[in-house]
């Protein structure tokens, strides 16, 4: 499968402050990547569809303007989280689909709002 | 949309017995299911998977089986062992490109 690269791993920041997280697609030109979002002792649940070259696609209760979405390459999406709050904290992580050899995810991002 | 459902949520099991964590799901075109093994803090890893066309595959220690039409699978591990322990999901998705939809996930526990 595909190599999926995510940093950081772990952030740290003040309420109020934005946070960028990177995904990258080491070997696989992907035009779709997708972000989840995890919180503790729960599944993972799609936050937003990222389309190379056009705008994300949001699910339903997941706030476009603070969770911005950027995949303006073939290899690389990031998610920013904006105006962090405490309740922003959580695990987020990004998959890569490749049809026949499924899917590959990033390592994934552990976000702390203080 | 897809929903997909899971059960047990927890499963504690003797070490060398069986365990099975049974899923369902809600969109018939829903064509492709993968099973993924996830440690804390770490990504989901996938363990296997099957697709519709298929009613059933076997890796070893750990199978997965289809039933199209109930909209049910199931993942079988047998033999199991402490390193077993983890949370499992399942999962649905069309084709392997578009959105995968997770199931709620089972806490697996194997005591030794």
């Known amino acids: 499968g595909a190599v999926v690269s995510q940093h950081p791993s772990r952030v740290i920041c003040k309420s109020g402050t934005s946070v960028k997280i990177e995904c990258r697609s080491l070997?696989?030109?992907?035009?779709?990547m997708f972000w989840y979002r995890q919180f503790p002792k729960q599944s993972l649940m799609l936050m937003a569809t990222?389309?190379?070259?056009?705008?994300?696609?949001?699910e339903q209760g997941v706030e476009k303007d603070k969770f911005l979405i950027n995949h303006a390459s073939l290899t690389l999406s990031t998610l920013t989280v904006t105006s962090a709050h405490p309740e922003d904290s959580s695990f987020y992580i990004c998959?890569?689909?490749?049809?026949?050899?499924?899917?590959?995810f990033g390592s994934g991002t552990r976000l702390t709002v203080v | 949309g897809e929903n997909v459902e899971q059960h047990p949520s927890t499963l504690s099991v003797q070490e060398g017995d069986s365990a099975v964590i049974k899923c369902t799901y809600s969109?018939?075109?829903?064509?492709?299911f993968p099973w993924y093994k996830q440690e804390l803090g770490k990504r989901p890893q996938l363990i296997i998977d099957?697709?519709?066309?298929?009613g059933e595959k076997k890796d070893q220690r750990i199978a997965v089986t289809l039933n199209k039409t109930a909209k049910h699978f199931s993942l079988h591990i047998t033999e199991t062992q402490p390193e077993d322990s983890a949370v499992y999901f399942c999962?649905?998705?069309?084709?392997?490109?578009?959105?995968?939809?997770f199931g709620t996930g089972t806490k697996l526990q194997v005591i030794p």
């Open positions: 998959s890569v689909g490749q049809g026949a050899e499924g899917y590959t």
């Open positions: 070997d696989f030109q992907a035009t779709t």
């Open positions: 990222s389309n190379e070259g056009s705008k994300a696609t949001y």
């Open positions: 969109d018939s075109a829903s064509n492709y």
């Open positions: 099957i697709r519709s066309n298929v």
């Open positions: 999962a649905a998705s069309i084709g392997g490109y578009q959105k995968v939809t």
